[in-house]
């Protein structure tokens, strides 16, 4: 589908066909498309734990505001954001030096703008900016190829933290559910978006 077509169908979509499955082959497709995401020296700071099975769908709902959405889905993504993506940056910059576009003895200051750039008390601002990108992606990615989508932050970070159990360099920025429209439900109309004058300060 065309963007601009993609841009004006993709709505967040409140009632998910309980129903439907998601397979790991269809998150592969997605996420292959989605993965050309931008991201802040193209370190890719983010984790996703696809929560598939009902069981697992149950617990996160207990986190996620007892989101309906979270257990009608048929997938919920929980997207980390690594806050210490800096610090495993090495295959990046590898890349970038085998592709000739850095040299090889660039590489240890390269590593080292990153940690400065991204450390410290930015470390949590970063690994939002660039996880709220690649979801945009990951959710436009997701209805090209036939799946509606729904990004909750109504959750508890602490508690999906522990549910999900992961190294706590990674925070949970964003929880994407993904599944198909349920035919009978209706969706409310889409919301009034700010114009151009009230957005856009020029000088
Ligand atoms: C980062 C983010 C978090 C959101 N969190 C929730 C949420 O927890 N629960 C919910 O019902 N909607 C949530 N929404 C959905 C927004 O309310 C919705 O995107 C907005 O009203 C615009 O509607 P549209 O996506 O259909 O265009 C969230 C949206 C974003 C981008």
Known sequence: MEWRALNERRRSVNFFDPS?????????????????????????PWKVVAVISKDEKEKLRAVAMNQPKVTEASAVLV???????????QD??????????????????????????????RALGYASRNVGL????????????GWDT???????VEGVR?????????????????????????LLPRGMRRSFEQVFILR
């Open 20 to 44: 439907v499955t998601i397979t790991a082959s269809d998150l592969e497709k997605i996420y292959e498309a989605a993965k050309l995401a931008l991201s802040s020296f193209n370190l890719q």
């Open 150 to 156: 729904h990004p909750m932050d109504g959750f508890d």
């Open 162 to 186: 522990n549910l999900m159990g992961l190294d706590p360099k990674y925070v949970p920025i964003m929880l994407v559910a993904i599944g198909k429209k349920r035919p009978d439900a209706a």
């Open 79 to 89: 997207l980390f954001g690594n806050t210490q993506q800096f610090l495993e940056s």
């Open 92 to 121: 990046v910059f590898e890349d970038w030096v085998a592709k000739g576009c850095m040299k090889a003895e660039a590489l240890p200051q390269a590593m080292a703008a990153a940690e400065r750039l991204y450390g410290g008390d």
């Open 134 to 145: 690649f979801a945009m992606n990951l959710m436009l990615a997701a209805l090209d190829q």
